[in-house]
């Protein structure tokens, strides 16, 4: 079992920055991959980011590349997800999620455990 828990949502205007965290914890922790997606009204969850525990592999969509940057922090348990310049489209439900390591990494259906949730939205 692994539990996740997302933190920094929140309301900033086009161009400004967020971080959000997912606090992770269990046992098995280390075994996982975490990824970050995001959900809009009406809308499917579509992938953002992803990172293996480990640290060495990182992985973005097109949307976010060079915009959003994925790190985490092993003594913490945390994964971090820093949203600089953003943009109104960006507006969604964030939800952290983790699965077993595996190549495959953005598919929503793949991940065994998710968060909450935290909602980030970009005014125009």
């Known amino acids: 079992q692994v539990q996740l828990v997302e933190s920094g949502g929140g309301l900033v205007q086009a161009g400004g920055s967020l971080r959000l965290s997912c606090a992770a914890s269990?046992?098995?922790?280390?075994?996982?991959?975490i990824g970050w997606f995001r959900q809009a009204p009406g809308k499917d969850r579509e992938f953002v980011a992803a990172?293996?525990?480990?640290?060495?592999?990182?992985y973005y969509s097109d949307s976010v590349k060079g915009r959003f940057t994925i790190s985490r922090d092993g003594a913490k348990s945390t994964v971090y997800l820093q949203m600089n310049s953003l943009k109104p489209e960006d507006t969604a439900v964030y939800y952290c999620?983790?699965?077993?390591?595996?190549?495959?990494?953005?598919?929503?259906?793949?991940?065994?455990?998710w968060g909450q949730g935290t909602q980030v939205t970009v005014s125009s």
């Open positions: 999620g983790a699965r077993l390591n595996a190549l495959v990494v953005k598919i929503a259906s793949h991940y065994e455990f």
């Open positions: 269990g046992r098995t922790v280390s075994r996982y991959l």
């Open positions: 990172i293996r525990w480990s640290g060495d592999s990182l």
